[in-house]
Nanobody
Framework: EVQLQASGGGLVQAGGSLTLSCAFSGFTFRDYIIGWFRQAPGKGREGIAGISSEDGTTDYADSVRGRFTISSDNADNTAHLQMYNLKPEDTAIYYC?????????????????????WGQGTLVTVSS
């Protein structure tokens, strides 16, 4: 059974930074896409960052491109999301998600999808 646990959320002022972490286990397939989605009250779910285990290719939503960086460490079974220059509109619950068997060519599509496997969310609050 695939399990994911997100952590690292908190309160930060606009312009500040945070790093989120995702611990994962139980993946059935060697190749997969893992990344982050977020959801704020009154808004729909937004795919913001993904990375492929096959070749390390990454992709980002336009709303976070240039400010967020995703990485993955298979040895430690972890993924991270480094967030810089945070804005109040970044306030949301952030979720880690994974899709086994997806190729890196599908990263853009994956950010627009609704993965079935989710971890527990972590709250990020950005104050003005």
């Amino acid at each position: 059974e695939v399990q994911l646990q997100a952590s690292g959320g908190g309160l930060v002022q606009a312009g500040g930074s945070l790093t989120l972490s995702c611990a994962f286990s139980g993946f059935t397939f060697r190749d997969y896409i893992i990344g982050w989605f977020r959801q704020a009250p009154g808004k729909g779910r937004e795919g913001i960052a993904g990375i492929s285990s096959e070749d390390g290719t990454t992709d980002y939503a336009d709303s976070v491109r240039g400010r967020f960086t995703i990485s993955s460490d298979n040895a430690d079974n972890t993924a991270h999301l480094q967030m810089y220059n945070l804005k109040p509109e970044d306030t949301a619950i952030y979720y880690c998600a994974v899709s086994p068997g997806w190729s890196p060519s599908l990263l853009r599509l994956w950010l627009l999808s609704s993965p079935n496997t989710w971890g527990q969310g972590t709250l990020v609050t950005v104050s003005s």
